[in-house]
Nanobody, 116 residues
Framework: QVQLVESGGGLVQPGGSLRLSCAASGTSFNIYNMGWYRQAPGKQRELVAAITRGGSTNYADSVKGRFTISRNNAKKTVYLQMNSLKPEDTAVYYC??????????WGQGTQVTVSS
């Protein structure tokens, strides 16, 4: 059974930092692209950052220069380092494993709240 479990969310002041982790189990990890998405109240889920199995990355314009996605294949974990956080970064953050065939897998999400 495939499981993706996010952790590291919480409440942080504007300008602060958080590091999210997404640990995979029950699945191969190094052969799949991974992504972080977020969904704010009343908004659609959007891509934040993605990393290919080869380590190439891409980011939403709104987080470029502030967020960094990385992966540790030995630990089957993908990370999202978030710096210079803004109130508009407040959302539930989800990780996703891209499957070329069949449905993608999603984690349950972790809440990030940026507020003073």
């Amino acid at each position: 059974q495939v499981q993706l479990v996010e952790s590291g969310g919480g409440l942080v002041q504007p300008g602060g930092s958080l590091r999210l982790s997404c640990a995979a189990s029950g699945t191969s990890f190094n052969i799949y692209n991974m992504g972080w998405y977020r969904q704010a109240p009343g908004k659609q889920r959007e891509l934040v950052a993605a990393i290919t199995r080869g380590g190439s990355t891409n980011y939403a314009d709104s987080v470029k220069g502030r967020f960094t996605i990385s992966r540790n294949n030995a630990k089957k974990t993908v990370y999202l380092q978030m710096n210079s956080l803004k109130p508009e970064d407040t959302a539930v953050y989800y990780c996703k494993q891209d499957r070329p065939v069949g449905p993608d897998y999603w984690g349950q999400g972790t809440q990030v709240t940026v507020s003073s």
